[in-house]
């Protein structure tokens, strides 16, 4: 059984065992931007706190041994603009425990062969250290003398460009060698192998040669440190959706692949013009499907699926900007096409919806289903971004949701996020159970005797939950009061239902 398919009949636990100790300091009131600097492949990294037994004697300019997290204790988590960290940080430590990525680029890091600058990566796994939130990292190439070539596409006031194939993979696997000894104590135990490579925009290589990258990486992530896990380059979501479809329909399943598709885009429809063209009947979607972009897609999601199948890749890595209803279709998919044992973690998630005109409380509300969803169907990490969005950006709008105001002020989505992560840290991940089915939707989060319930009704009609003697409820974000003893009426706003109760039992009898 997968880990999905476990995840949608019986009770999982999200916490990672066997993951290395990342040791949490107390968060620094303000961490000034380091000057820049070089060093080469031999320079220790700074000394940051053992991953072993705390020791009694701190290292230089160490504020002494900090208590132990193990693993990832929240799957909520955000991805974010270390630039404005002062903004972000008190909001980060309310969502403590969770994981996040950061983005680096050999060409980025190296770019006179033999001068390496880890400075700012250095500041980030600091920090992250000190936020008690684990670092997971995506390796590029990038172009530059190491690849050799022009690139065709910038990115971004960094100018980033797509990755190309290294010119001498020696030299690429000493790289990755380097990074992996230098971030292992700081508890990174987790490496993507390029991003999103179906966009040649990030990845100007075959599908072959991007299976023949992963492949080396693979073998120094692993030689080089054994409790490391390999992690595919996340496919876009866009991408994903046509697998869903592309799926479907090479199964026969017409009609499913038709409605998957106008579930899993109807968002998107027209905003990459004919690449996610509107779809009633079969010749259509087999058009769409048939892009030259979309065709690439299907294919680097083939590659990427055979690296999980040979175990060149031990986490799938998702990624899934659509409206929650894409949710199930795409779970569908996952379940179907991940080998058994596989993690499965959502590295980005968010909500595309160029000139949304949703108000803030209906856009919270979209976000807690789907991230609550993905985790109910056995997603096991699931990281928002943007945290905040940038008014600076180049689609000159809010394209994709951001939790926080630009300035780091929370909004409603922020403060319901935060108390998902409240409610799951430390607590086993519990879908509802079936016979609820078609009534409710939602997860729980079970720590010792207590059940916290996220609910919502899963039709246009409200559904009374008995409450149990002492339960609590309120709304996602909110504080929660004292239920009455009538029961709690779900509607299709999300709530908290909290009680020293089983699930099974707290979901029997509705009305």
């Not at 003697?469 to 004292?482: D, K, N």
């Amino acid at each position: 059984m997968n880990r999905l398919r476990a995840g949608a009949v019986g009770h999982r636990n999200r916490r990672l065992p066997g993951r290395a100790r990342a040791l949490a300091a107390v968060l620094a009131a303000a961490l000034l931007v380091s000057a820049g600097c070089t060093a080469d492949d031999n320079d220790p990294p700074p000394a940051p706190p053992s991953t072993g037994a705390p020791s009694g004697t701190p290292a230089a300019g160490d504020a002494g041994p900090a208590p132990e997290v193990t693993g990832v204790r929240n799957p909520f988590g955000a991805h974010w603009d270390w630039s404005r960290y002062q903004q972000f940080a008190p909001y980060l430590g309310r969502i403590g425990g969770s994981a996040t990525y950061e983005e680096i680029a050999w060409c980025e890091i190296e770019r006179t062969s033999g001068q390496l600058d880890w400075t700012g990566l250095d500041e980030i796994a600091t920090r992250s250290r000190d936020l008690g939130i684990t670092l997971h990292l995506k390796i590029r190439t990038g172009v530059c003398w190491a690849t050799g070539g022009t690139a065709k596409y910038t990115r971004g006031a960094a100018n980033k460009t797509e990755s190309a194939m290294p010119t001498d993979l020696a030299a690429y696997q000493r790289f990755v060698q380097t990074v992996v000894k230098r971030y292992a104590p700081y508890g990174v135990r987790e490496y993507a192998i390029e991003n999103e490579v179906n966009a040649p925009s990030y990845w100007a290589g075959t599908p072959e040669e991007y299976v023949r990258l992963v492949k080396a990486a693979a073998e120094t992530i692993r030689a080089t440190d054994p409790a490391a896990r390999v992690v595919d380059s996340g496919i876009s979501s866009v991408a994903y959706g046509m697998g869903v479809a592309d799926r479907l329909l090479q199964a026969g399943r017409v009609p499913d692949a038709i409605a998957a598709y106008r579930a899993y885009f109807q968002r998107r429809v027209g905003t990459r013009g004919q690449q996610i063209p509107e779809v009633t009947a079969e010749a259509q979607l087999r058009k769409a499907l048939g892009t030259d972009t979309n065709s690439r897609s299907l294919r680097f999601l083939a590659a990427t699926e055979s690296l999980l199948a040979d175990r060149t890749v031990d986490v799938r890595q998702v990624h899934f900007y659509e409206h929650f209803d894409g949710v199930p279709p795409l779970l569908d998919y996952l379940r179907a096409k991940t080998p058994t044992g596989t993690p499965i973690q959502a590295w980005e998630v968010g909500q595309f919806w160029r000139d949304g005109d949703g108000d803030p409380a209906s856009r919270a509300a979209e976000m807690v289903k789907t991230v609550t969803l993905l985790v109910a169907g056995g997603i096991g990490e699931v990281s928002w971004l943007p945290l905040a969005y940038n008014p600076n950006n180049a689609a000159g709008s809010e394209v994709r949701y951001g939790l926080l105001d630009p300035d780091g002020t929370e909004r409603e989505a922020g403060r319901m996020m935060a108390s998902l992560a409240e409610a799951a840290r430390d607590a086993t991940v519990t879908p509802l159970p079936a016979s609820v089915a078609g009534k409710l939707g939602g997860v729980a989060f079970v720590r010792g005797a207590t059940s916290t319930l996220v609910l919502w009704s899963a039709s246009n009609a409200p559904v009374t939950v008995p409450t149990a003697p002492g339960g609590q409820t309120g709304a996602v974000g909110a504080p929660l009061r004292a239920a009455g003893g009538a029961g709690t009426t779900v509607t299709d706003t999300p709530l908290l239902l909290r009680a020293d109760q089983p699930i099974d039992r707290m979901l029997a009898n509705l009305r």
